[in-house]
């Protein structure tokens, strides 16, 4: 059964304090992995795309990156306004499904 | 550009009662997907639209249903509902199958 689990479930920042989340995942044959931003009660936000091992996408503070077992999204001196949480899902090659993680909540304080 | 736009925003149900909701995709996508979102938990892949079939179905009961138009606009149809339906309803649409998924605001639903 396709798995995607986020590490970890929670994170505690200063302004400033780089650091990273974790998404690994076991699924039959990855189609693409997508990092999304979901505040409070609202959809999620599309933040990226990725398709193989190797590939990195960036945008303002926040990296992905992805490997063939995990990956990561970087956040480079976060803000309070990066507070969300972040969710991380897969597209299989037996479905037309996302199967998403359940997401780790960042909380950056000033 | 309009993004994806779910109605109603909120929604307050009883036991045993049926609801609908309704989603319009970005201009010129032709996928829609729905999931569920309990508190806590990532969105629950339900359903996948693709030029008016069916493409993909969750582990729902069949008490959960869906249809496309040949505007591509969606609805989301769920009978006898339960207490534990009670979620986040949020739709998706996409250029195709395989494309990234753009999210709408969601539709909260309280089943009393």
């Known amino acids: 059964e396709d798995q995607v689990t986020q590490s970890p479930e929670a994170l505690r920042l200063q302004e400033g304090e780089s650091s990273s989340l974790n998404c690994s995942y076991t699924?039959?044959?990855?189609?693409?992995l997508f990092w999304y931003r979901q505040d409070p009660g609202k959809g999620p936000e599309f933040l990226f795309t990725?398709?193989?091992a190797g590939e990195e996408k960036e945008k303002e503070r926040l990296k992905a990156t992805l490997t063939k077992k995990e990956s990561f999204l970087h956040i480079t001196a976060p803000k309070p306004e990066d507070s969300a949480t972040y969710l991380c899902?897969?597209?299989?090659?037996?479905?037309?499904?996302?199967?998403f993680g359940a997401g780790t909540i960042l909380r950056v304080k000033s | 550009d309009a993004g994806v736009t779910q109605s109603p925003t909120h929604l307050i149900k009883t036991r045993g009662q049926h609801v609908t909701l309704r989603c319009s995709p970005i201009?010129?996508?032709?996928?829609v997907s729905w999931y569920q979102q309990v508190l806590g938990q990532g969105p629950q892949f339900i359903f996948q639209?693709?030029?008016?079939?069916?493409?993909g179905r969750g582990n729902f009961p069949d008490r959960f249903s869906a249809r496309q138009f040949p505007n591509y606009s969606s609805e989301l149809n769920v009978n006898a509902l339960l207490l534990g339906d009670s979620a986040l309803y949020l739709c998706?649409?996409?250029?195709?199958?395989?494309?990234?998924?753009?999210f709408g605001p969601g539709t909260r639903l309280t089943v009393t």
């Open positions: 998706a649409s996409s250029a195709g199958t395989n494309n990234e998924q753009y």
């Open positions: 699924v039959s044959g990855l189609r693409g």
């Open positions: 990725l398709y193989s």
């Open positions: 899902a897969v597209l299989t090659e037996y479905g037309n499904k996302l199967v």
């Open positions: 201009s010129g996508h032709k996928s």
């Open positions: 639209y693709y030029e008016k079939e069916e493409r």
